[in-house]
C-alpha cells in the first residue's frame, strides 16, 4: 500500500449535499478499515484548503461542484491526485444534453428526446419525461401520462434549470450497472413502491427493493452491460461510473445517463452489486482509490 493520507472531499454547495455527506462519512470510514490515514474535508466551493501532506483525494461530491468537472479542474491546475473521471468526462456525464449527444455519436442505445428552455414546447407525444439537463439524484423530474400534464409538469422541471431534456418514457424495468476500470459488475434491478425512483425513494430506506444480479437472460444481462460500458467508454469514463438502463418489453436496453460519482451509502447501487461480485465495500473503495492512482501512472 504506497498511499497513506488520504483526504475524503463531501459535502458540497449542490442540492444533494446532505447525500454527499453521509457518502463521504461512509467511504471515509471503510478506508480506514483498510490501514489508511483519512481526513474529512466539508467543502462548501471553490475555497477549499488540502489537509497537509495529503497524498490523493477520494471525491465523494454530488451534483454540481462534484460531478460536474468544477473540481477535477481546480484539483488539476493544482496538480493534486483524485479519484474518477478527470474534468472533460465528468462534465460530458453530468450535462444530459451533451451525454445524449454523445450516445448518438457512439450509437448507444438511448431513448428519443430533445432539449427545451423555457418557453419553448416539446414534439414528443405522452408518455414522456421531463428532466433537468445539469441536475443529479432525479431531482425535477417529471413523468408525464396525459397531454393536459404536459405544460405544469414542464413548468416544475424548469425550476431546477435552464435547460429541460424532454425524452419519450420507456415503459419496463428499471436496472443500473457499475462499471469497475472497464468491467461490468451484476446487474442490479430497482423496484420502487411507489412506482417512481425519485430522489425520496432513492434515500430512503425501504422505499425500494433491489435485485442483484437482476433475474434476467444471460443475452439481456450481456446485451445491459454492454449498453452500460458502450456508454461510459463514449463519455472518456475512466476507474468507474454507474450507468442507468431502462428495458422495454422486448428487453432492448435504453441508456439513460451515467453517474461518474454514485452514491455510496448502505441504500446506494453500486455497492449492492459490487457485493454480488463478491466484493465488500471498504474493498470496493480502495479498488477505486488504487485504479485511480493506476491512472496517473498510466498517463506519466
Avoid at 39 to 50: A, H, L, M, S, Y
Avoid at 75 to 103: M, N, P, V, W
Wanted: charged share 25%; aromatic share 8%; hydrophobic share 35%.
Amino acid at each position: 500500500m504506497s498511499l497513506k493520507k488520504i483526504a475524503v472531499f463531501k459535502g458540497g454547495p449542490s442540492k444533494e449535499r446532505e447525500v454527499s455527506l453521509r457518502t463521504g462519512s461512509a467511504i471515509a470510514e471503510a478506508l480506514r478499515t483498510k490501514g489508511y490515514e483519512v481526513e474529512e474535508v466539508d467543502i462548501t466551493g471553490p475555497d477549499f484548503k488540502i489537509p497537509e501532506a495529503t497524498e490523493f483525494i477520494f471525491i465523494a461530491l454530488h451534483g454540481t461542484f462534484g460531478e460536474d468537472g468544477q473540481i477535477q479542474r481546480l484539483l488539476d491546475q493544482r496538480g493534486i491526485r483524485y479519484t474518477g473521471c478527470g474534468a472533460h468526462a465528468s462534465a460530458l456525464a453530468f450535462d444530459k444534453e451533451k451525454s445524449k449527444e454523445c450516445f448518438k455519436i457512439y450509437q448507444v442505445p438511448t431513448p428519443a428526446g430533445e432539449s427545451l428552455r423555457e418557453g419553448e414546447k416539446t414534439t414528443l407525444n405522452v408518455p414522456l419525461v421531463f428532466k433537468p439537463a445539469c441536475e443529479g439524484s432525479s431531482i425535477g423530474l417529471e413523468m408525464v401520462h396525459r397531454v393536459e400534464d404536459i405544460e405544469p409538469a414542464f413548468r416544475r422541471a424548469c425550476q431546477h434549470g435552464t435547460i429541460i431534456l424532454a425524452e419519450k418514457m420507456i415503459q419496463g424495468r428499471e436496472l443500473t450497472v457499475g462499471i469497475l476500470e472497464g468491467e461490468a459488475l451484476p446487474v442490479v434491478e430497482i423496484r420502487p413502491k411507489t412506482g417512481t425512483y425519485d430522489y425520496q425513494t432513492k434515500y430512503t430506506a425501504g422505499s425500494s427493493e433491489y435485485s442483484c444480479p437482476a433475474a434476467l437472460s444471460e443475452k439481456t444481462t450481456k446485451a445491459v452491460q454492454e449498453s452500460a460500458r458502450k456508454a461510459y467508454e463514449a463519455l472518456g469514463c475512466e476507474v468507474y461510473a454507474r450507468v442507468d438502463v431502462l428495458i422495454d418489453a422486448e428487453e432492448n436496453p435504453w441508456v439513460l445517463e451515467v453517474n461518474t460519482i454514485p452514491g455510496m451509502t448502505s441504500t446506494s447501487l453500486l455497492p449492492k452489486a459490487a457485493k454480488a461480485a463478491g466484493m465488500e465495500f471498504p474493498e470496493l473503495c480502495e479498488k477505486i482509490l488504487l485504479f485511480s492512482e493506476q491512472k496517473y501512472r498510466r498517463n506519466l
